[in-house]
Structure formats: structure tokens, C-alpha cells
């Protein structure tokens, strides 16, 4: 497709299951963001990777979020375990790389319910 | 998390007035700065870019203004419409294009 694709884009799960959320950017660009959004709340930074170099982790919240970024393409933001405050959207981004002044363009975000 | 809005500032215009969006970026380092639109239930959408060396950047009914001194960005809506009834966050590019955003800002535009 021609934009960024999540998947899925609802899901909920009980309290101390593991969730997989999935993230197809746009064919081309190597720099993908994972952003959290609770109700009526700013965009909180989780992870970011930039091409084959280390991905910045500074946002996530907890050791039992993780993220992987296969083939430079496809990414997987992995909660195990989850808590009720997990309970947000989750948005991914993505924008060329190399390209300092160009935007990142959103897919449509997963909401997670955790109950 | 980083640039985490709370209880989000909301601000009410009267459609067709024109509306000033404010946000105050932290890293006098950012040399790229954006906003988005964000509607119910949807991701964040482009609006306007502008690089530090520029003070001003002008798009369809919207400007962006860059104080770099005081490390303010402003977005202006002229004639406000129905349409724009949305959260706006600005959000600034650092090293290595890491996208960070500010607090968001509701527009509610009355009729």
C-alpha cells in the first residue's frame, strides 16, 4: 500500500497475556517510529530505528516492551505480560532516511484494551 | 516517555476567525520542525514543515513561525473552518532524525 499499515487495529487481551502489534511503513523509507497515545494525551516516543544502526530505546517504558525491525522493513513492538495501563493506541510512523528534513508519515494506530 | 502531553490545553475559535496554535520546543539543536493535525480516531496527519533557517513558511491557509531565540513555533489558521476541529502537535527533528513532539493543542471550532 502506499502508506504506513498497522495491524491489527483493535485488539484487546487480558491482563498477563503477551501482545504483538505489527508495522508496515512505506516501501522505502528505513526510519520507523513507535509512538504510544493514551486518551486525550500527547504522543508519548518509544523506540525508533534508523536503517542498520542501534535503535534508540530511550522511551520504552518497561523491560516488558520490545520492539524488532526485520530486513530493514517490517516492525514488531512486543509487550509481555500486559497491564491494564498499557491500555492506549499505538501509532507507527516512518520517513527516508538520510532525509533530515522530510516528515514521517502515521499509520492508523493499534488500540490495545487490556482488561 | 518524552514530550508527553497532559490534559491537553484546548482552544475554542469562532468559525472563520483565525487561530494561533503555540508550542515550545526544548533543544535549541532541532533544525527541522512539523505539525500535525490529529482528528478523532485517526493517526497524525502533515500539515506544515520549516527548517531553522527560516523564520516563517507559509501553506494553504496555515503559517508557521519559528522564534529560534526563544525556541517558540507557531502555527496560524486563517479562516478557521469546521474541518479544523482537530488536536495539533508540533514536533522537532534532533540528530540522527529522531522525531520528538511537544504537548498537543485541541481546537474546537464553534459555528
Known amino acids: 500500500g502506499a502508506g504506513v499499515s498497522q495491524s491489527p487495529s483493535n485488539k484487546v487481551t487480558e491482563k498477563g497475556k503477551d501482545v504483538e502489534l505489527r508495522c508496515d511503513p512505506i516501501?522505502?523509507?528505513?526510519?520507523l517510529y513507535w509512538y504510544r497515545q493514551s486518551l486525550g494525551q500527547g504522543l508519548e516516543f518509544l523506540i525508533y530505528?534508523?536503517?542498520?544502526?542501534?535503535?534508540?530505546k530511550s522511551g520504552l517504558p518497561s523491560d516488558r516492551f520490545s520492539a524488532e525491525r526485520t530486513g530493514g522493513s517490517v516492525s514488531t513492538l512486543t509487550i509481555q505480560r500486559t497491564q491494564q495501563e498499557d491500555s492506549a493506541v499505538y501509532l507507527c510512523?516512518?520517513?527516508?532516511?538520510?532525509?533530515?528534513?522530510?516528515?514521517?508519515?502515521f499509520g492508523q494506530g493499534t488500540r490495545l484494551t487490556v482488561v | 516517555g518524552e514530550s508527553v502531553g497532559l490534559h491537553l490545553p484546548t482552544l475554542s475559535v469562532q468559525e472563520g476567525d483565525n487561530s494561533i496554535i503555540n508550542c515550545a520546543y526544548s533543544?535549541?539543536?532541532?533544525?527541522?520542525f512539523i505539525w500535525y493535525k490529529q482528528e478523532s480516531g485517526k493517526g497524525p496527519q502533515f500539515i506544515i514543515d520549516?527548517?531553522?533557517?527560516?523564520d516563517k513558511r507559509q501553506g494553504q491557509r496555515v503559517t508557521v513561525l519559528l522564534n529560534k531565540t526563544v525556541k517558540h513555533l507557531s502555527l496560524q489558521i486563517a479562516a478557521t473552518q469546521p474541518g479544523d476541529s482537530a488536536v495539533y502537535f508540533c514536533?522537532?527533528?534532533?540528530?540522527?532524525?529522531?522525531?520528538?513532539f511537544g504537548g498537543g493543542t485541541r481546537v474546537l471550532v464553534k459555528p
Open positions: 530505528f534508523q536503517g542498520n544502526s542501534a535503535p534508540d
Open positions: 510512523a516512518s520517513s527516508l532516511r538520510g532525509q533530515m528534513n522530510t516528515e514521517a508519515f
Open positions: 516501501s522505502g523509507h528505513t526510519a
Open positions: 533543544n535549541s539543536a532541532s533544525d527541522y
Open positions: 514536533a522537532e527533528k534532533r540528530e540522527g532524525n529522531k522525531l520528538t
Open positions: 520549516i527548517r531553522s533557517n527560516m
